[in-house]
């Protein structure tokens, strides 16, 4: 088995109009599975959300306090698991075999190695909900569904290192069908671990909890299946020496990576104090901000997708040392998420009414909170945009392995710029909720303009 692949002609000098499509194009191919992908894991939530609201309202209050202690640890991991991608994409463009399959295997050992301290945030997640003022019947309740979810922590991080090698060889489909596989196959078994049916024992919460753990194993095992035995990933040799710690390349992963979980640890300690915020305010404005943010959640998925295509489609030259192709990539990623996410926020403004009424119904109790979160949609439709800037921006730097300014520009944006202007908006100028969002969509315009910055310079450095 040779250890090389056939790396794409190299272009010709300029930028052909058939390479700007040719671009489009391979990021749209690229993008829609990782979007679609991400959408799945989002509807796998909202359905066991939905399951537990059978359990009760203080069952979904145990379980929204759950998550919270959940993805703070989820998110670390997350970001290490994020630089597989851009490491394997430029051993793709540089036809280098050896070096794909030494990525996914540092992913993969990172993933094994930090998932048990990981772990530690979940197995304590009472004393700390506890610590920080919870009910205690509330923080007994998130503990045993935390029982159940933590130990699905190192098949899920495993499942995205291999994601993220499945998509730097152009191929992202697969993860995509066996997410979508697994979303019925996890309502089904959340729902009888939850009640106990067809003889399994009545687990509640912890039930829950459990079911997301098989599915995250089950999911890990199929895709694990997928690039040992099928083609084009078993021509990689991708399990090859994989009880061989690479502690060379854990270093540069982790080098990469490391970053990119403080930067997603800023922004979701952003979106927290927000909710907190709220809460200053009014019970209003904390439910009308959770519904304004379900929105962004979702649409986030589009940019996210184009972000994470931009990584690879910027690493596959940055790999092949192509300076221009690097550049190219970067900007129509930039271009099509900007155009994507426009098009959407123009459906989220007409619709804005809809969308609060379809959460709080149109009953007159519930006019005020529908009426603050359209216009709450209405104000973040400078924010969309500006997310999926920063989201598309950050994803082609990491394709280049520059991930420790992007730490820094989000702590400028979010907390030097962000919050302070949110905190004097809210509070100082009486704007209140409204205050608050356009805070955040300035900070987050920064840390955009930041990156858009960044890269360019990079980029005129690598052509120079």
């Given at each position: 088995m040779l250890d090389t692949v056939q790396p794409r002609p190299q272009p010709q000098?300029?930028?052909?109009?058939?390479?700007?499509?040719?671009?489009?194009?391979?990021?749209?191919?690229?993008?829609?599975?990782?979007?679609?992908?991400?959408?799945?894991?989002?509807?796998?939530?909202?359905?066991?959300?939905?399951?537990?609201?059978?359990?009760?309202e203080d069952a979904v209050a145990a379980a929204a306090l759950a998550h919270t202690v959940y993805f703070v640890s989820f998110t670390f991991g997350l970001g290490l698991m994020a630089a597989?991608?851009?490491?394997?994409?430029?051993?793709?463009?540089?036809?280098?075999?050896?070096?794909?399959?030494?990525?996914?295997?540092?992913?993969?050992?990172?993933?094994?190695?930090?998932?048990?301290?990981?772990?530690?945030?979940p197995l304590y997640g009472e004393r700390i909900l506890l610590a920080l003022g919870q009910a205690p019947q509330s923080a007994a309740l998130a503990q045993r569904y935390l029982n159940g979810l933590a130990w699905g922590i190192a098949p899920a991080l495993g499942f995205i290192a291999l994601r993220s090698m499945m998509s730097a060889v152009n191929r992202p489909q697969p993860p995509l069908w066996i997410t979508i596989a697994a979303i019925p196959a996890n309502a089904a078994l959340v729902y009888c671990l939850i009640h106990g049916l067809f003889g399994l024992p009545e687990l509640g919460l912890f039930g829950a909890g459990l079911a997301t753990t098989l599915v995250n194993l089950g999911t890990f095992l199929a895709v694990l299946a997928i690039a040992a035995w099928r083609k084009p990933f078993a021509d990689y040799r991708p399990l090859a020496h994989l009880w061989r710690i690479d502690w060379p390349l854990m270093r540069q992963l982790i080098a990469v990576g490391a970053p990119i979980s403080f930067s997603l640890l800023l922004e979701y300690g952003l979106f927290s104090s927000a909710a907190l915020l709220m809460g200053l305010i009014s019970t209003t404005a904390l439910a009308a901000h959770q519904i304004a943010l379900q929105v962004t959640a979702v649409l986030f998925m589009v940019p996210l997708g184009i972000g994470m295509a931009a990584t690879v489609r910027v690493g596959h030259a940055f790999g092949r040392d192509d300076p221009a192709a690097v550049r190219r990539a970067g900007l129509v990623a930039a271009v099509l998420g900007v155009a994507l996410v426009s098009a959407l926020t123009v459906a989220i403004i007409l619709g804005r009414y809809e969308l609060g009424r379809l959460f709080f119904g149109s009953s007159e109790a519930s006019a005020a909170t529908v009426e603050l979160t359209a216009t709450?949609?209405?104000?973040?439709?400078?924010?969309?945009?500006?997310?999926?800037?920063q989201t598309i921006m950050g994803g082609a730097l990491r394709g280049i392995n520059d991930t420790r300014m992007t730490l820094l520009f989000a702590a400028i944006g979010y907390w030097c710029v962000a919050f302070p202007i949110a905190w004097v908006l809210a509070f100082n100028a009486g704007l209140g909720a409204v205050g608050v969002w356009i805070g955040f969509s300035t900070g987050t315009f920064v840390y955009a303009g930041l990156l858009i910055l960044r890269f360019r310079m990079l980029t005129r450095r690598l052509a120079g």
């Open positions: 000098a300029g930028v052909p109009q058939n390479h700007l499509a040719e671009e489009f194009v391979e990021t749209l191919r690229l993008a829609v599975p990782m979007m679609l992908t991400q959408l799945g894991q989002i509807a796998m939530i909202t359905t066991d959300l939905a399951l537990i609201g059978r359990l009760g597989v991608s851009p490491l394997a994409a430029q051993a793709f463009g540089a036809g280098d075999v050896k070096r794909i399959r030494r990525s996914l295997r540092a992913g993969l050992w990172v993933a094994l190695l930090i998932s048990l301290p990981m772990m530690a945030s709450l949609l209405l104000v973040g439709a400078t924010f969309f945009i500006a997310d999926g800037l």
